[in-house]
């Protein structure tokens, strides 16, 4: 697929000036809905890895790839945005991401058929073709999310960007938590492929729709791609994502390789990445411009963003095997217990966004954290006599707790950097966002195995599994109080400092 650039000059005659683009509210619009449908895929999948796990005959640390994949392939393509977002148009990229969306999601949609034109009595191959689908979904799902972050900054008033952030974090946010809900409800009637069945037609309908309506908003620029750079984001954020998804098949003991091999290959290439861009950051083939940490507003809401990600995406992954292994719900009613907390996010964020505008965000990143680690806290306690009420009510606290805490951080984060850090900024939050979502989603899948190996020898499955949940949480729950202590220490010094000018003045 040929894109092409703009110059400045081009973006000034289509109206790109903040505010002063006719047309810009449906742009961003469009842009916002297709990207709710891609990040929805991103946990689509977790209430129907039990059924993929028998029909398939694979263990939970092979299907839980069907969500890892995904995160690990936006995770390497990602940090490719900040490289995209100032060589090419809106409209190529757009084109350029529900394409690839689109071709992933009609081969998940036919992989049993092509599963049995590699091997007609061959389940893994199944698994194989949705595991490439899976990839090329997420290839073109990477590109969405900074695309549109980096309109609403660039094309939206400052004073109005707490309310449109608060409408994106319902992409970043709610998506994912409602996946699990309409897979369950998909899955009750219908077979598993029909979660891409029903999705094809939506991300089509996208795709003719913005070849037709968009057009570029941002100003672009002649960036030159440092490709060794690209080879070293790779390996990683690929490295350390692969061996912390490698952990839950150490403690099934079917490890392919030892896990300390990729995930101090990630390190190490980690390592190397940063001090590559260092070395380009005044150049224009930097892939990352990492001047964007030299902002605190910025590195504290990222540190925060990572840590409350990762209990979500942890959380989202574990309550369907709970519902649907412990307490036997089928995956209609495993999808309706998940319903009102995914409702409930997407009902806050935008109010949220509004007491942004307002408030700003320390009246409300601390209170949202401390509410998110107590919900963990709270899901420590449950176990086979837990009732779908208590269940519902631990998740929507959950919802209230991230709500509270993501909105803001994002558009705080985002909104203080300089104007040309914007697609460097929106890069790196994606892409922190998404090993945040893979580390949570392997980090809560090992410690489960390892939790129900240690259950009591002859337990039955059902106690094996509360007592890998239980440990789960509990993980879950330990970490959540490192952003508790980051998140009182931002406000008790933002406090300070706001004494101390109101003292001078």
């Not at 319902?170 to 938590?177: D, G, H």
């Not at 990492?290 to 809401?301: G, N, Y």
């Not at 095997?321 to 309706?336: I, K, N």
């Given at each position: 697929?040929?894109?092409?650039?703009?110059g400045?000059?081009?973006?000034a005659?289509q109206?790109?000036?903040?505010?002063?683009?006719?047309?810009?509210?449906?742009?961003i619009?469009?842009?916002?809905?297709?990207?709710?449908?891609v990040?929805?895929?991103?946990?689509?999948?977790?209430?129907?890895?039990?059924?993929?796990?028998?029909e398939?005959?694979i263990?939970?640390?092979?299907?839980?790839?069907l969500?890892?994949?995904?995160?690990?392939?936006?995770?390497?393509v990602?940090?490719?945005?900040?490289?995209?977002?100032?060589?090419?148009?809106?409209?190529?990229?757009?084109?350029?991401?529900?394409?690839?969306?689109?071709?992933?999601t009609?081969i998940a949609a036919?992989?049993?058929?092509?599963g049995?034109?590699?091997?007609p009595?061959?389940?893994?191959?199944v698994?194989?073709?949705?595991?490439?689908a899976?990839?090329?979904?997420?290839?073109?799902?990477?590109?969405?999310?900074?695309?549109?972050?980096?309109t609403?900054?660039?094309a939206v008033?400052?004073?109005?960007?707490?309310?449109l952030?608060?409408?994106?974090?319902i992409?970043m946010?709610?998506?994912?938590?409602?996946g699990?809900?309409?897979?369950?409800?998909?899955?009750?009637?219908f077979?598993?492929?029909?979660l891409f069945?029903?999705?094809?037609?939506v991300?089509?309908?996208?795709?003719?729709?913005?070849?037709?309506?968009?057009?570029?908003?941002?100003?672009?620029?002649?960036?030159r791609?440092?490709?060794?750079?690209?080879v070293?984001?790779?390996?990683?954020f690929?490295?350390l994502i692969?061996?912390?998804?490698?952990?839950?098949?150490?403690?099934?003991?079917?490890?392919?390789?030892p896990?300390?091999?990729?995930?101090?290959?990630?390190?190490?290439?980690?390592g190397?990445f940063?001090?590559?861009?260092i070395?380009?950051?005044?150049?224009e083939?930097?892939l990352?411009?990492?001047?964007?940490?030299?902002?605190p507003?910025?590195?504290v809401?990222?540190?925060?963003?990572?840590?409350?990600?990762?209990?979500?995406?942890?959380?989202?992954?574990?309550?369907?095997l709970?519902?649907?292994?412990?307490?036997?719900m089928?995956?209609?009613?495993?999808?309706?217990?998940?319903?009102?907390?995914?409702?409930?996010?997407?009902?806050?964020?935008?109010?949220?966004?509004?007491?942004?505008?307002?408030?700003?965000?320390?009246?409300?990143v601390?209170?949202?954290?401390?509410t998110?680690?107590?919900?963990?806290?709270?899901?420590?306690?449950?176990?086979a006599?837990?009732s779908?009420?208590?269940?519902?009510?631990?998740?929507?606290?959950?919802?209230?707790?991230f709500?509270?805490?993501?909105?803001p951080?994002?558009?705080?984060?985002?909104?203080?950097?300089?104007?040309h850090?914007?697609?460097?900024g929106?890069a790196?939050?994606?892409t922190l966002?998404?090993?945040?979502g893979?580390?949570?989603?392997?980090l809560?899948?090992a410690?489960?195995?390892?939790?129900s190996?240690?259950?009591t020898?002859?337990a039955?499955?059902?106690?094996i599994?509360?007592?890998?949940?239980?440990?789960?949480?509990?993980?879950?729950?330990?970490?959540?109080?490192?952003?508790?202590a980051i998140a009182s220490?931002?406000?008790?010094?933002?406090w300070?400092?706001?004494?101390?000018?109101r003292?001078?003045?």
């Amino acid at each position: 697929m040929v894109m092409t650039t703009v110059g400045a000059d081009s973006v000034a005659e289509q109206g790109a000036t903040p505010g002063a683009s006719r047309g810009t509210g449906s742009i961003i619009v469009l842009l916002m809905c297709a990207s709710f449908v891609v990040v929805l895929n991103e946990t689509i999948m977790g209430v129907a890895l039990p059924t993929l796990m028998k029909e398939l005959d694979i263990a939970a640390s092979a299907a839980q790839w069907l969500t890892t994949a995904f995160l690990l392939t936006s995770a390497v393509v990602v940090p490719t945005t900040g490289f995209l977002l100032r060589r090419y148009t809106l409209r190529a990229l757009f084109i350029t991401a529900m394409s690839l969306f689109t071709v992933g999601t009609a081969i998940a949609a036919v992989s049993p058929e092509l599963g049995a034109l590699v091997s007609p009595s061959g389940g893994s191959h199944v698994f194989t073709v949705l595991l490439v689908a899976r990839v090329i979904q997420a290839s073109g799902s990477a590109i969405l999310l900074p695309l549109l972050m980096t309109t609403v900054l660039a094309a939206v008033p400052a004073e109005r960007r707490g309310s449109l952030m608060g409408l994106v974090s319902i992409v970043m946010s709610v998506a994912p938590a409602i996946g699990p809900t309409l897979s369950g409800l998909i899955l009750a009637t219908f077979d598993w492929r029909f979660l891409f069945v029903f999705v094809l037609p939506v991300s089509i309908g996208a795709l003719v729709l913005g070849a037709v309506r968009v057009r570029n908003l941002t100003p672009t620029e002649p960036a030159r791609l440092d490709v060794l750079s690209v080879v070293l984001s790779a390996l990683a954020f690929g490295g350390l994502i692969y061996g912390l998804s490698s952990l839950g098949q150490v403690a099934e003991g079917t490890e392919v390789i030892p896990v300390w091999i990729p995930l101090a290959g990630g390190v190490l290439a980690l390592g190397s990445f940063v001090w590559r861009q260092i070395a380009l950051r005044n150049t224009e083939r930097v892939l990352l411009d990492l001047r964007v940490f030299c902002l605190p507003s910025f590195t504290v809401s990222i540190v925060l963003i990572v840590a409350v990600m990762t209990a979500l995406f942890g959380a989202l992954i574990i309550l369907p095997l709970y519902l649907q292994q412990v307490l036997e719900m089928d995956t209609f009613t495993t999808g309706l217990v998940m319903l009102p907390g995914g409702i409930l996010m997407g009902a806050l964020a935008p109010i949220v966004g509004r007491l942004y505008d307002r408030f700003g965000q320390q009246p409300l990143v601390l209170p949202g954290v401390i509410t998110l680690s107590g919900a963990l806290w709270w899901m420590t306690t449950l176990d086979a006599s837990a009732s779908i009420p208590l269940v519902v009510a631990m998740h929507c606290v959950l919802g209230i707790g991230f709500a509270f805490a993501f909105t803001p951080l994002v558009t705080a984060g985002l909104g203080d950097l300089p104007v040309h850090l914007y697609s460097h900024g929106t890069a790196l939050l994606s892409t922190l966002q998404k090993v945040a979502g893979a580390t949570g989603t392997a980090l809560f899948i090992a410690v489960m195995t390892m939790g129900s190996s240690a259950a009591t020898p002859g337990a039955n499955a059902g106690a094996i599994v509360e007592a890998g949940t239980h440990a789960a949480f509990t993980a879950g729950a330990l970490l959540s109080l490192a952003s508790v202590a980051i998140a009182s220490l931002a406000t008790l010094t933002h406090w300070r400092r706001q004494s101390k000018e109101r003292k001078i003045a």
